[in-house]
């Protein structure tokens, strides 16, 4: 329950949000640079897809290591990195391949994702904390997570990326000859 809670925190988070920025932002923003690129209206089905997903990762990259560490401020940083990996990714693409498209859309649409994305981690977070279980209220739940009893405080064993992994790719990352690779 607790992780349909946090998937629904994020997920409404993230829709309202961006509904917000795009009512004012499309015509201010997006259609002077896209121009008749941009539809009238949207594709939906599309459109529900991603906003489907999205949180998912958000909750795998973001919101759950942020749980196991019990910060707040993790939440909100991992999920900024992300979404300025994911919409670096759109923006610098479309920029690379598409005529019209300009630096100026690439870093307003980049810092908006990275802000987006954060926020809605921030916020699945505290919710997620706040949410009591079946193991008793969050007070209860904190105290047994910091006891390390991750059994009795509820939590999914779901595993995302951890500190060794992380480690493992920057010592790859830190080879001195980079003309070696």
Not at 66 to 89: E, H, K, M, P, W
Request: aromatic share 10%; charged share 10%; glycine share 8%.
């Amino acid at each position: 329950m607790n992780l349909l809670f946090t998937y629904l925190a994020v997920a409404v988070t993230f829709v309202a949000i961006d509904m917000i920025w795009l009512g004012i932002m499309v015509e201010r923003l997006y259609r002077p640079v896209m121009g008749d690129m941009l539809r009238a209206e949207p594709n939906l089905p599309a459109a529900a897809v991603f906003y489907l997903l999205y949180p998912l990762g958000l909750i795998w990259f973001a919101v759950l290591p942020a749980q196991n560490d019990g910060s707040a401020l993790r939440a909100f940083t991992s999920g900024v990195l992300l979404g300025c990996f994911t919409y670096a990714t759109y923006d610098l693409t479309n920029q690379a391949t598409l005529r019209n498209w300009s630096i100026g859309l690439t870093l307003a649409d980049v810092c908006w994702g990275s802000l987006l994305a954060g926020v809605s981690s921030w916020i699945g977070f505290l919710m997620a904390q706040s949410w009591p279980t079946e193991h008793g209220p969050p007070a209860a739940r904190k105290a047994e997570l910091i006891s390390g009893n991750r059994a009795q405080a509820g939590q999914v064993e779901l595993r995302p990326p951890s500190r060794s992994n992380v480690s493992l790719v920057s010592a790859i990352l830190s080879v001195k000859d980079m003309n070696a690779i």
